[in-house]
């Protein structure tokens, strides 16, 4: 029976040793029908090769020994096929999920001392890291921004000081200069004090301080700002030189210009004349000159970063504003405090050293003999002369202390003095000295308006000669001008003040202040000779050109100054269409009220004032002819001699006159120089002209001696 069953069931018999399709080797894993990994045999129909991320690992079940393919726990990886164990992630990375089959590398600002692990540790809110797949706590170093003193990351001030990742103080204590960025320095134009490096403070200019490394100055300069040279030594040719013999110098000089001061009284006349002269206008250029220099002074104040050959030129023109450094004047007068108190009293000794002077003068008898002891009129004059002279760099030098700018530390120095800081005992006594140069000024000035106002009820008295600085370069119908010169000194100044952290507020300020000014030179053309009105014109639109370039040179003055600048746009902006659309509506107006303009009832703001009615103008005109006909006779020379001493602006507006009521009124004149202006304007009539032997024949008859006295009267005006 036992072989009947062997024979009936041959298969049964080796069954034992047939192969079974899920029998997998090592390396390989249990896979379903549709090829997945499956974790038993119940699942699977075969074995399949484990992918990347998986592990073949061991199986042993009723069946005997098996493999299955199981992915890698989170914290390890397989990056290979036919893999039997899953690699734990090194330090410096990590793996968060199941499957893995590479570790990635720790982001920056994080690090993973440990391995296999499924996810990176943060350095912290103010730490990073230098590379990706940090492994050490000590990897993490202070973001950029920052630096790391005492363990700590502190905040790096950005505007002063330039610190990438993983700066340290012991870094920035030996940097080297300020190229290489991979490491911490400070900038240029910024001090580091050595005891504390990051208190930084801003530099007067960027040449005092070279950056680098914490303490360094250029050319031994010295202070938290490189504001000064060390005692007995002054700077001059960029190095801190020794003062040696400067100090006699200074002597020297002051007393050459206290005897100048006093020897201008004998050099200025007590006249005052309408015409031109070639003194006055010699003078009066030479007042432009000294004018434009303190203007380019007051400009050199600017925080701006100068190109070299404009740079050079700004520091020459900042010396007829006092700052006389690179005289060696600190030589002379010691230290901040003393230089200030010496500039600004030199003001005051002079402004009461002139009147005493000439009182002095009148109880010498020899001077007082050979007429040379002082007038009080002049000696008002001369007094005046200087301060007008000097009142623009007078009001700078007033205002000095009040220019206080800020420094990262959240500190503030003092514009020309930087090594002084604002609120402390010294810049208090500077601002008592700055607010009696101020006083001065304020009281001079008051005084000139009051001049300027009473002059015309002066004419002719000898009160006018105490007042001749401010009227004798004028056009007498433009006498008060002097007053416009004066306070453009201090507006010019005053940006200084309100906006000292503002270079590019600074300069609009001043922009707009000299573009006034030349708008009234222009409409007033103040000056007595054609030739300063035009020099004066050109010099102050060159100086508003150079404003307008500057601010390409001003850094950045912060959201302050651009909500300024913004507010003025948009007021001048304003003003313009209102300006614009005023005269629209003029013009509208006078297309309904038609008598507006050239009638009886014209509108006075379309001609900028009243004009006279043609009848008083006829009047006038017959009164001057009555006045010539009847009083003059004989009188020729001495009317010539008058017009002679009139100015040429006035004389000018003479001739255009009677060339106008010659062209327009058919006039009949005899041949004269006035024939020659009549192409200078369009006429409506036509003028004639008498031959002149028919003029000489009709003077004969109406006024026999009349060609004596024309001879008489030409001598005298070529005279």
Not at 218 to 243: I, M, Q, V
Not at 483 to 503: D, H, Q, W
Not at 557 to 584: H, P, Q
Request: hydrophobic share 40%.
């Amino acid at each position: 029976m036992f072989k009947l069953v062997s024979l009936a069931f041959p298969g049964t018999r080796w069954s034992a040793w047939k192969p079974k399709l899920t029998s997998c080797y090592e390396g390989f894993g249990l896979v379903d029908a549709s090829g997945a990994f499956v974790p038993n045999r119940t699942l699977a129909v075969g074995c399949g090769l484990c992918q990347a991320g998986t592990a073949s690992e061991e199986l042993i079940d009723d069946e005997g020994r098996t493999f299955q393919c199981k992915q890698c726990p989170p914290g390890y990886s397989q990056s290979n096929t036919y893999s039997t164990q899953c690699e734990p992630c090194p330090k410096g990375t990590s793996a968060s999920s199941f499957g893995s089959t590479t570790c990635t590398p720790c982001d920056e600002g994080d690090y993973q001392p440990d391995t296999a692990q499924t996810s990176c540790i943060s350095c912290g809110a103010s730490r990073t890291t230098l590379l990706l797949g940090a492994s050490s706590l000590a990897d993490c170093v202070c973001q950029a921004g920052k630096i790391e003193q005492d363990s700590t990351c502190m905040d790096c001030n950005e505007e002063s000081m330039h610190c990438p990742k993983g700066s340290t103080i012991a870094k920035l204590e030996a940097a080297s200069g300020t190229t290489d960025l991979k490491g911490p320095y400070v900038k240029r134009g910024f001090f580091s004090n050595p005891e504390a490096p990051l208190d930084t403070y801003k530099c007067a200019a960027e040449l005092y301080c070279p950056g680098g490394s914490p303490g360094v100055c250029f050319g031994d300069r010295e202070g938290l700002t490189c504001g000064d040279c060390a005692d007995g030594h002054y700077w001059a040719s960029n190095k801190c030189e020794p003062c040696g013999a400067v100090p006699a110098a200074w002597a020297f000089s002051v007393t050459m210009v206290v005897v100048g001061v006093c020897g201008s009284y004998y050099m200025l006349t007590s006249s005052y004349t309408a015409k031109a002269s070639v003194m006055m206008s010699t003078t009066a250029a030479l007042g432009m000159l000294v004018a434009l220099f303190q203007n380019l002074g007051v400009l050199n104040t600017v925080a701006v970063q100068w190109p070299d050959g404009l740079r050079d030129i700004l520091n020459f023109a900042s010396i007829f504003t006092f700052n006389l450094d690179a005289l060696g004047f600190s030589c002379a007068a010691g230290g901040n405090v003393g230089r200030y108190v010496s500039t600004a009293s030199f003001f005051w000794i002079v402004f009461l050293a002139l009147p005493l002077v000439g009182l002095l003068t009148n109880f010498i008898p020899i001077l007082k003999r050979r007429k040379l002891a002082w007038e009080q009129n002049k000696t008002i004059s001369t007094t005046g002369q200087f301060l007008q002279v000097g009142f623009t760099t007078m009001c700078n030098v007033g205002l000095m202390p009040f220019m206080c700018y800020r420094h990262p530390t959240g500190q503030e120095s003092i514009l020309k003095y930087p090594n002084v800081f604002c609120g402390t005992d010294d810049h208090v006594i500077m601002r008592i000295f700055g607010a009696l140069v101020i006083f001065l000024a304020f009281s001079f000035f008051t005084a000139a308006c009051y001049a300027a106002y009473q002059a015309p009820k002066w004419s002719g008295k000898s009160r006018l000669a105490a007042i001749r600085f401010l009227i004798f370069r004028f056009r007498p119908n433009v006498w008060y001008f002097g007053l416009v010169l004066l306070a453009r000194g201090p507006l010019l100044s005053m940006p200084g003040v309100i906006a000292t952290n503002m270079p590019s507020l600074q300069l609009t300020l001043m922009h707009m202040i000299l573009l006034g000014s030349l708008c009234l030179q222009l409409w007033f053309l103040p000056w007595k000779s054609p030739i300063l009105n035009l020099v004066d014109g050109v010099s102050v639109s060159l100086l508003v050109m150079l404003l307008a370039g500057s601010l390409g040179y001003a850094d950045s003055s912060g959201e302050d100054a651009a909500r300024v600048l913004a507010t003025f746009g948009t007021v001048i902006s304003s003003l313009m269409v209102v300006i614009l659309g005023g005269m629209v509506m003029l013009g509208l107006t006078a297309l309904i009220y038609r008598s507006a303009l050239g009638s009886s009832k014209e509108l006075r703001i379309m001609n900028l004032g009243k004009v006279p009615e043609e009848k008083d103008v006829f009047q006038s005109l017959l009164d001057v002819a009555t006045f010539l006909k009847e009083d003059g006779q004989g009188k020729e020379a001495t009317f010539i001699k008058d017009l002679s001493n009139l100015s040429t602006y006035d004389i000018g507006t003479i001739t255009r006159a009677i060339n106008i009521l010659a062209d327009d009124l058919n006039m009949t004149l005899s041949h004269g120089s006035l024939r020659k202006s009549s192409s200078r304007r369009i006429a409506t009539g036509t003028r004639t002209f008498r031959s002149s032997s028919s003029y000489d024949a009709q003077e004969k008859e109406t006024n026999e001696p009349s060609e004596v006295t024309r001879e008489e009267v030409t001598q005298t005006a070529t005279v």
